[in-house]
């Protein structure tokens, strides 16, 4: 067994991996995190191919979902293309479409020029049964999605083991096994689909987080490696490839290996204490949702506005934060007549006024806003 | 008034004509002494403040002149607007006001007569009434603006006993408010409010609407939200679309769910009347078995029945013939003692005839008794005949009847036979069937078991390796955990360092850019060590001047003898930096050390590196555990699917060829799941059906065979009878044989008649004697007769008795040769275990299922199978249609799109929420600036104050009240304002009074008039008059009329905002 946990003796050793939903948009993010944010899908990418190389793995396999739209941006299939150019020739990449970016004449898969761009070892699923050799020992089974939408399972297309196939067999698909009753899921997969079959390793694509369906049947394996890069807050396990090596038995070993550049977090401070160990932690990494809910006096108040302007940053000062999707509405300043001591006394009279207006409820909100204003100009004044 | 531009003057006091034109800023309007100057400027006050027809203009009459006072202003208003006033005085008088559009020609509306004044009044804001109203001046109307800035020489206490309390209007103190406003708040006021102001315009318009356009701030959120909202709307189509499509198909789905649930049922419910059915026909066969049997046993028992009962008839038969006998002896006894008493009485006819006729009679007598005793014996016989045709007939029926019995119960009993040897047939094939699925069942348990120890010895297998596999983890973890680092620092230390490592830094970068320079001038070469900034440099001797350059510090070593350390910046950020290197070197320095890292960086990258390798044991050891786990649920499984291989082996090996048998499997499997142990159990009922069947039919062959040779001796017997009694009856037509016999005793009966009669006749003609003897005779006939009679009576009921019992016997022999082979036992039990056999079957539950019933399942399983075809196929329609939504996607990206129109719709909140509170915060400013503009004394203060001071050294100070009134002069320690006022000097009045009037106008932009305002000041405050005026000239203009221009001109003075003006030249006064 070498450093980073890889069996010597596999006679055959994949990298699984989907979701990558590139050229996704983030519409709730302010246009320079949104830029950070698509820019890190893309750098994930290199990392994915980073590890494929790293642990020595015969293929890639990325199970649909590649493209968050079915025809991206040119910067987008373009940022990719350069990226797959730039991979192992000895070790082929398969490239299936999922839903969000089906096998239609409209999609990027029919795209000529995105075609043209992709080199010989990448392979594209755009054909159904699809098989293709992973060395000698080993076969490919993939289905493609071809339309955003459908009730079939995809794995229903995918041959049967004929008794004598003593080859590994792995089934690449994009859909979905969650199965609550009610509940309609797009492309549905049987949980037994591996042993129907006769697969040695299902890999799908589709949930955003590592999984394996069912947790309790761990062979054959069917796996969801989930996103390499999280896609929001509250996705369970995002972040990984998964690293799969078989022994001479067809036995899988399904391994998850992070890729992630950003954590996704949300917070909710409540204490100055905790504004405090926020701000002592590394956060470059993170995409922060932070809502801060605190009434201050005004010693506390300024230095939660120190906090909070380090860890947001400014046009020629970058945060503390990776990506900071910050709500501070909710810091008011509740600062009494000692407070306002040393401003002038227009100053104060105004902010006694504004202050007695916090007690009613039609203008507190107003008020307190007003009270804000008040403090940053006259203290810039001052 | 902003500014005055001309002035005109006609007849007005001294004046015969005059004419100024004046520019903007400072004008020194002068000229010597009664040239006429007070009187210009009583002629702009009366031109702007006193109506044309007031009796006050009577002192500006020209002297000794009969002409009315004129007076020509042009003037530009605080509003930019340029006027032109004319107003000639009298009693009559007349005034014209023209506006002018461009300042040059004044050719607007014109206003005249009292209208002149009321326009001015509003156009000048003095606060003086509107003429002729309530609490309007008489006079030359006054206020205390127009005191300030239009009063004459003499106006000087009056300027600082005055305010604008006593004004008639409140125009003026408004005016002055709002001027004040701007100059007199508060600096950080001013900026709050400033600010303010800015951020409230640019949220909303003038008319308090928030603004749209491009421009405003709202726009961007504003334009988010609409592209947001658009998108929103697109993706809720689409989302619904899907949940449509979706729904569709999930109700699609229920249909053919349902349906096929309705299928299954109907299939279910076919099936169910099938095996109703078949159990009902089995119950209908088992009860129509039992109720045949029951029938041959009641028949066997009415026949035994029907034995005894012709038993009982035979007895009272016997009984009978018995009792007929004794009558018959009896009788034959009485015609014996009848023919006794005949023949003693034939002896006394006899004795009393002769005896040859008598003999003759006699032997009449006698032939004709042997012809009775003939015919009677005929009749005997006759009789005798008939019965043995009555016996014939009898037989021959009943030949007729057993022979139908027989053939009928032959062809039973063929049925039978051939049911059996059908059963028979089908039994034989059926073991052979069974047979060879037994076999078909052994070979596939022995495959199954094959198959399941196969997996057992793969699960064994993947046990060891599960095991292996986590022996290689544990061991790789041992090992790491042999490599991984030890002794660092926790993760709270870490951070400590870190945070010391930036307090230095920060402490450090606080030193950044001071800077600082060294220089050393040696005397003698001297050995230099130094460091700076922390780098040392190299050692080395200096000869000559040596600058050092250090950003923050710098440590000099010369040799032994000193060590000299620099530092930049302040006192308190060495103190901090100083502070922070001691926590540093305390704290920080020794743990890097320890751990032989040379940064915070690498100590961070080693403990991330140990974090690693810690993470990667754990996950070694975690990964073990689970292959531990792995490795037992194979070993599990392993023996699961071994003991599951024991229970398949089976008991004896499949006999037949294998092969075939695997074939035979493949092809009852290929039916499907459980089909061979289905069949076989089909076949093992077959055979007990069929092993039922064959001994009911079994049984029912034995009862028929027996039936069957009943009838046989039946027939045989009869067959007996009829030749018996063909025998007695001969070869001859029984028919003919009746008819001829019923002629012979006919015949017989009428001989016998005829020979009675003859007899009769034979004694006829007795004697008397003979009568009487013949008469005995007779009598004694007649008895012997009635005695024959009875006798022969009893005799045919003795027959009659005893053929009746004859027959009865023959019939009770029959009965009793019929049910000779009759098993009375054997039947009873046969028909109890037929009533058993069809009270053991079960009975189907339900309604008894005929034909019909099952036709009617069979038809409700076809209809559900059509639904569930139909719905097989909506359900694919429903699926496709499916296929062109946007399925998952598009309900992710409305997901999407809806938390960033939330998003977005919550920054527009707060926006709007900032600027309402820009909006209260400017609206509270402006509060508090009114209400400190409204005390004009404190608004005005900040340019008096500074002035005054300046002017008077801070020897004092003028204490302005709310409405400009004097409450006093600070720096004069008297209370009353009068006495404040008298201890002060003439000039030092008037220059407070003129600095006030000054800045009051400075502040309110209006033009003032001075007219020898300063004539008792010195040299020096007139130069700082001078400059205060040239200063004040910039913002507002000032006409000072003067007969000393050189205290406000000099002789380099290039000044464009001055003019001075000679008025000599302009002014023609009135010749004396």
């Known amino acids: 067994m070498s450093a980073d946990n890889t069996q010597e003796d596999d006679v055959l050793r994949l990298l699984h991996t989907a979701d990558w939903h590139l050229g996704m948009d983030f519409p709730s993010f302010a246009e320079e995190q949104r830029r950070t944010l698509r820019r890190a899908r893309l750098e994930a990418i290199d990392t994915v191919f980073l590890t494929a190389s790293r642990r020595r793995t015969d293929a890639v396999l990325c199970a649909g979902d590649l493209f968050d739209d079915p025809m991206p941006a040119d910067d987008v299939w373009r940022g990719l293309a350069d990226k797959l150019k730039g991979t192992d020739s000895h070790r082929p990449i398969f490239l299936l ?82 199965d609550m009753p009610g509940v309609q899921v797009d492309f549905p ?65 399904v391994e998850a290996e992070p890729v992630a550049r950003f954590k996704w977090e949300r917070a909710v401070v409540t204490q100055m204490r905790e504004l405090r160990a926020l701000a002592k932690r590394d956060l470059r990494r993170a995409v922060l949702h932070l809502v801060v809910e605190l009434r201050l006096g005004r010693a506390e108040y300024d230095e939660a506005r120190d906090i909070l302007a380090d860890l947001a940053g400014s046009d020629d000062r970058a945060g503390h934060v990776g990506v900071l999707e910050l709500n501070e509405h909710g810091v008011v300043l509740e600062a009494g007549e000692a407070d306002w001591a040393e401003f002038a006394e227009p100053i104060r009279i105004a902010a006694e006024r504004l202050r007695a207006l916090t007690a009613r409820p039609d203008t507190r909100a107003k008020a307190e806003r007003a009270i804000a204003h008040l403090y940053a100009v006259a203290r810039k004044s001052a | 008034m902003k500014r005055l531009m001309r002035l005109a003057v006609a007849w007005f006091g001294c004046i015969e004509r005059a004419e100024v034109t004046l520019g903007s800023g400072l004008n020194v309007l002068y000229g010597p002494n009664d ?9 702009i006050r009366a031109g702007l403040l006193l109506p044309a027809r007031s009796s006050y203009a009577n002192r500006y009459a020209p002297w000794r002149h009969d002409a009315e006072p004129e007076v020509e202003l042009e003037f530009v208003d605080i509003e930019d607007r340029a006027w032109r006033v004319k107003k000639s005085f009298s009693s009559s008088g007349s005034a014209e006001l023209i506006a002018s559009r461009d300042g040059v020609t004044f050719a607007g509306d014109v206003v005249t007569a009292r209208e002149v004044d009321d326009q001015l009044r509003k156009l000048l804001k003095l606060g003086i009434p509107s003429p002729g109203g309530k609490g309007a001046p008489r006079g030359l109307p006054d206020s205390f603006l127009a005191e300030v800035l239009l009063s004459d020489q003499t106006s000087v206490d009056a300027v600082l006993k005055g305010s604008l ?123 129509a078995l039992a109720r045949d049997a029951a029938a041959v046993l009641a028949e066997i028992e009415a026949r035994a029945a029907a034995v005894d009962a012709r038993v009982g008839v035979l007895a009272s038969l016997d009984g009978r013939a018995r009792g007929c006998t004794t009558e018959l002896e009896a009788r034959t006894q009485a015609r014996t003692a009848a023919e006794q008493a005949l023949r003693l009485a034939e002896d006394d006819v006899r004795r009393a005839a002769d005896d040859e006729a008598e003999t003759r009679r006699e032997l009449q007598r006698h032939e004709l008794r042997a012809k009775l005793a003939e015919l009677a014996a005929r009749a005997r ?37 051939a049911e059996i040897a059908e059963d028979r047939a089908k039994q034989a094939s059926t073991l052979d069937r069974r047979a060879l699925l037994r076999d078909v069942d052994a070979r596939a348990r022995e495959c199954r078991a094959a198959t399941t120890s196969e997996r057992a010895a793969e699960e064994a297998s993947r046990g060891l390796a599960a095991r292996e596999d986590a022996r290689n983890l544990e061991a790789g973890a041992t090992e790491l955990e042999a490599k991984a680092p030890r002794d660092l620092p926790d993760r709270a230390a870490r951070m400590e360092i870190q945070n010391l490592e930036r307090a230095l830094d920060r402490a450090e970068a606080a030193l950044g850019g001071v800077g600082v320079t060294v220089t050393l001038r040696p005397q003698r070469p001297l050995a230099l060590e130094a460091i700076v900034d922390s780098a040392p440099l190299p050692r080395a001797v200096i000869t000559d001047a040596t600058t050092l350059e250090a950003t923050r510090t710098a440590s000099i070593t010369i040799g032994d003898i000193v060590v000299i350390d620099v530092a930049a910046g302040s006192e308190e950020a060495r103190r901090v930096l100083e502070e922070a290197r001691r926590d540093w070197a305390g704290k920080g320095a020794p743990v890097l050390a320890r751990v032989g890292a040379s940064s915070v960086a690498d100590l961070s990258a080693a403990c991330d590196a140990a974090d690693e390798i810690a993470a990667q044991i754990a996950h070694k050891r975690g990964e073990a555990k689970r292959r531990i786990a792995d490795a037992e649920q194979h070993e599990a499984r392993a023996s699961m699917l071994r003991e599951s291989a024991a229970r398949d082996a089976p008991g004896a090996p499949p006999t037949g060829d294998r092969e075939a048998l695997d074939r035979e499997l493949t092809a009852i499997e290929a039916r499907g799941h459980g089909a061979l142990s289905n069949e076989l159990g089909r076949v093992e ?96 006939r007649a008895k012997l007769e009635a005695r024959l009679a009875a006798q022969r009576t009893a005799q045919a009921e003795v027959d009659e008795a005893r053929a009746a019992a004859a027959r009865e016997q023959g019939a009770l022999d029959e009965a009793r040769r019929a049910i000779a082979g009759d098993d009375r036992a054997t039947a009873r039990v046969a028909a109890d275990a037929r009533e058993a056999d069809a009270e053991t079957l079960p009975r189907p539950t339900g309604p008894r299922v005929d034909e019909a019933a099952l036709r009617e399942a069979s038809t409700r399983r076809d209809d559900a199978a059509r639904s569930v075809a139909f719905a097989s196929t909506e359900l694919a329609t429903a699926e496709g249609a499916s296929t062109t939504t946007g399925g998952a996607a598009a309900k992710e990206r409305h997901a999407a799109i809806e938390e960033a129109y939330h998003v977005a719709c919550e920054a527009e909140r707060e926006l709007e929420l900032d600027a309402d509170g820009w909006m209260l915060l400017r609206d509270t400013l402006r509060d508090v600036e009114r209400e400190q503009g409204q005390h004009l004394g404190r608004a005005l203060a900040g340019p008096l104050h500074a002035r005054v001071e300046d002017l008077t050294h801070g020897r004092y100070q003028l204490d302005l009240g709310a409405s400009l009134e004097t409450h006093a002069i600070d720096g004069i320690r008297v209370a009353d304002l009068d006495d404040a006022l008298k201890a002060l000097s003439v000039g030092t009045r008037e220059q407070l009074a003129t600095l006030l009037r000054v800045t009051i106008a400075e502040s309110l932009g209006a033009a003032i008039m001075l007219d020898d305002h300063l004539v008792q000041s010195d040299v020096s405050r007139l130069s700082w008059f001078r400059d205060l005026l040239r200063k004040a000239a910039a913002k507002t203009q000032i006409i000072v009329f003067t007969c000393k221009p050189d205290d406000y001109v000099s002789g380099d003075d290039g000044d464009d905002m001055m003019r001075a003006i000679n008025l000599a030249p302009l002014v023609k006064r009135i010749e004396q």
């Open chain 1, 97 to 178: 479409p999922g839903n969000h970016d089906p096998l239609t004449s409209d999609s990027i898969w029919s795209h000529p020029r995105f075609r043209a761009e992709l080199p010989a070892w990448v392979h594209v699923v755009d054909s159904e049964p699809f098989e293709m050799p992973i060395g000698e020992g080993a076969v490919l089974y993939a289905v493609p999605c071809r339309s955003k939408a459908g009730q079939s399972d995809p794995t229903r297309k995918i041959p049967g083991r004929d008794p004598s196939d003593k080859r590994i067999r792995i089934g690449l698909v994009h859909g979905s096994t969650f």
């Open chain 1, 189 to 253: 997969i049987a949980k037994d689909a591996a042993i129907e079959r006769g697969l040695d390793y299902l890999a799908i694509g589709d949930t955003h987080g590592f999984r394996i369906v069912p947790p309790e049947r761990p062979i054959p394996p069917t796996v969801y490696p989930g996103t390499p890069e999280p896609t929001a807050f509250e996705e369970h396990l995002p972040g990984n490839v998964v690293v799969v090596g078989f022994s001479s038995r067809r036995e899988a070993r």
């Open chain 2, 35 to 43: 040239l006429g100057k007070s009187t210009l400027a009583a002629a």
């Open chain 2, 165 to 287: 309390e006593s004004d008639g209007e409140v125009g003026g103190r408004v005016r002055l408010a709002e001027a004040l406003q701007a100059v007199g708040l508060d600096k950080s006021l001013k900026d709050a409010l400033d600010h303010a102001n800015a951020e409230v315009d640019k949220f909303f318009a003038e008319s308090g609407k928030r603004r749209g356009g491009k421009a405003s701030p709202y726009a961007r959120h504003k334009q988010r939200i609409d592209e947001l909202t658009r998108e929103r709307d697109e993706l809720v189509r689409q989302r619904d679309r899907a949940l449509m499509a979706e729904e569709l198909v999930a109700k699609r789905r229920d249909e053919h769910d349902a349906a096929a649930r309705a299928l299954e049922a109907a299939e279910t419910c076919l099936s169910q009347c099938r095996s109703a059915l078949e159990a009902w026909r089995a119950i209908d066969a088992a009860e």
């Open chain 2, 381 to 417: 016989d006759a009789d005798a005949r008939a019965d043995a045709l009555d016996g014939l007939r009898s037989a021959t029926t009943a030949l007729a009847a057993a022979e139908q019995v027989t053939r009928e119960l032959g062809a039973a009993a063929a049925r039978t036979e």
């Open chain 2, 685 to 780: 009922k077959d055979l007990i059906a069929i092993a039922a069947r064959l001994a009911d039919n079994e049984r029912e062959q034995a009862v028929s065979r027996d039936r069957l040779a009943r009838g046989e001796v039946d027939v045989a017997s009869t067959r007996a009878a009829l030749h018996s009694a063909r025998t007695n009856v001969g070869d001859v037509d029984p028919a003919a044989a009746e008819r001829d016999l019923a002629e012979e005793r006919d015949a017989i009966a009428r001989t016998m008649v005829t020979a009675e009669r003859a007899l009769e006749a034979i004694d006829v003609g007795v004697s008397e004697a003979k009568k009487n003897a013949a008469a005995a005779l007779t009598e004694a």
